[in-house]
């Protein structure tokens, strides 16, 4: 048998865990959420002289965009229901072992991070190409941040906070992890 440091077994430290693994789901939900709300705003139509529209700027126009859109929607309603879930948890009087629990918890975690790390990704490699085009024997994509400036901005902002999402998503794994852990050495 392992010997854990005293502050580990006493309440106050088990309360600071628990309302961690609640206020960090309720914040990936609100980075997802406003991941979502900013990505499905950046649109634009595009100018010519004498205001005459040439073309629009949409998240739907890219596949990558799409894909980010949904996955955040998914992290969102994943982390919302998982913070009721937790909390719900957390309130019950049952003092039996909750290795179960904290091991599905850890599961889904590390889908969902998995998930919105690759949702940003392949909207980072999209908005690099947007930003700065690309120039290869055989391919030539030009920038179009310079003509749609707000449909960069916001589609920047949101993948700004889908990154935070994931962070988020990523210390909940590691406190599921070392949560689980602490279950199974006792």
């Not at 004498?50 to 965009?65: D, F, M």
Request: with cysteine; glycine share 4%.
């Amino acid at each position: 048998m392992t010997m854990e440091p005293r502050f580990l077994r006493s309440t106050w430290w088990n309360r600071l865990v628990e309302v961690a693994h609640v206020g960090l789901r309720i914040l990936a939900n609100g980075f997802a959420t406003t991941s979502v709300v900013t990505i499905l705003a950046s649109n634009q139509e595009i100018y010519m002289m004498n205001h005459i529209a040439i073309a629009k700027a949409h998240y739907s126009y890219s596949s990558a965009l799409r894909y980010k859109l949904i996955v955040d929607a998914v992290g969102s309603v994943f982390s919302l229901l998982s913070s009721i879930l937790v909390y719900k948890k957390t309130k019950s009087s049952h003092t039996e072992p909750q290795t179960s629990f904290y091991f599905n918890l850890l599961i889904v975690d590390m889908v969902m991070m998995t998930l919105t790390i690759s949702g940003c990704a392949a909207a980072t490699g999209v908005g690099f190409v947007a930003l700065n085009g690309i120039e290869e024997p055989g391919i030539s994509w030009l920038p179009i941040c310079h003509l749609a400036g707000k449909f960069c901005r916001m589609a920047t902002l949101s993948i700004a906070f889908s990154y935070a999402a994931f962070a988020c998503m990523t210390a909940l794994t590691f406190l599921s992890a070392w949560k689980l852990k602490l279950l199974a050495t006792h």
